[in-house]
């Protein structure tokens, strides 16, 4: 069993799960006097079977339910689990990270571990279809309470935030999103580029989710606009810094080191359209084995669902002025309309047209 009481950001990884796991913990203002702040987060919970059985909607357990293909070449593929999850501790809502291992598990065995609060369990075996693996992995709130348990009585005694690790070595995962599974109490994503980690987190998330480069570090509220919590945090009343500061540890960190973000940092978080102009050398593109040139002369072919000022120079003679790509490749062509008055100060303004690469033709 190990026990991991403060966050870690060993990998990408790593800081992902740390994401999600503290995610909730604590919201805005962050006074724990607020309503919203009196029990912990409400995501990913386990609580005892007594409690689950009498509150709809509550679970005594999460199960993770996925598909594997295995790698022929590999003898003895093997699964791992690491189970990560917040106990809460002291008063009011403070946490502390708990997390214990599993594994490696043999492909077509099954293999139980119990812990304090609980049992985790991961089997696997030939799927139905004959091509891939189905592998299952449970957890159970194993704790004996009394019936009658109010909800913070229940949380006490809880798997909060829990989020399973699951790994697999001598194969690959299938999307959980179209392997057409049901898992319980938790949602299975891919989460390593080689699509051999999946991590069964406790809110809904795409295929390999990542922390945004742009980002200055958990707000346990992640799935609120990072720039608008920061900027809130700013305004925030020397009495509610005072009420927090004198609250959990953590939540007075996260505020402190929220409050010592630059304006440079703040704004760093407004957005991000990476485009970059072909500058250097000859400024060209190549899409489909026609290469682009500024200065090249275009016939304008626009979409027909395209807007009015694109439509009224269908056809018409235009240089090309700009080539921008976006991240993802796609390019734009910035472009004045030849023999139009006014087109050397929309050049010099950098003010263009711009259309896509199906939308003009060389001449």
């Known amino acids: 069993m190990l026990d991991t009481p403060s966050p870690r950001t060993d990998t990408p990884l790593d800081a992902m799960v740390d994401a999600l796991l503290w995610e909730g913990y604590s919201l805005y203002p962050y006074t724990p006097g607020a309503t919203k702040n009196a029990t912990p987060t409400p995501f990913g919970i386990i609580y005892p079977a007594v409690y689950a059985a009498e509150c709809a909607g509550a679970f005594d357990h999460q199960r993770l339910e996925c598909l594997a293909t295995l790698e022929p070449e590999h003898a003895t593929p093997e699964l791992s689990v ?36 609980g049992r985790l369990t991961v089997r696997s075996e030939p799927a139905e279809d004959g091509e891939h693996t189905y592998v299952r992995v449970c957890v159970h709130n194993s704790v004996e309470a009394e019936p009658g348990l109010d909800r913070p009585a229940a949380l006490r005694q809880s798997l909060i935030s829990t989020h399973i690790v699951l790994r697999i070595a001598g194969g690959k995962f299938v999307s959980p999103l179209e392997a057409g599974l049901r898992s319980i109490n938790t949602f299975p994503v891919l989460a390593s580029a080689a699509d ?28 609120e606009i990072e720039e608008a919590l920061q900027l809130h945090i700013q305004v925030l009343t020397d009495e509610e810094r005072a009420d927090i500061e004198a609250g959990d ?4 960190e996260m505020i402190a080191r929220a409050g010592a973000n630059t304006p440079d940092d703040l704004l760093a978080l407004h957005g991000r359209v990476t485009m970059r102009d072909p500058r250097e050398g000859e400024p060209q593109v190549t899409i489909a084995g026609t290469t682009y040139h500024r200065g090249d002369t275009v016939i304008l072919r626009p979409r027909p669902e395209a807007d009015l000022h ?46 896509f690469e199906d939308e003009v033709e060389v001449v």
Do not use: C, N
């Open 196 to 223: 051999d980690v999946i991590i069964g987190a406790a809110i809904a998330l795409p295929d390999h989710p990542q922390l945004a480069p742009e980002s200055l570090g958990s707000l346990f509220d992640g799935t």
């Open 249 to 252: 540890p953590k939540v007075a």
């Open 82 to 117: 690491e189970l990560r999850w917040l106990e809460q501790t002291g008063e009011g809502q403070e946490g502390t990270a708990r997390s214990v291992a599993l594994g490696p598990v043999a492909i077509g065995s099954r293999e139980t571990l119990a812990f304090d609060r």
């Open 310 to 355: 694109a439509r009224m120079v269908a056809g018409r003679r235009a240089t090309i002025e700009r080539l921008l790509i976006e991240f993802d490749g796609r390019v734009h062509f910035g472009v004045t309309i030849d023999g139009e008055p006014g087109q050397d100060i929309l050049r010099e303004t950098a003010r263009f047209l711009y259309f």
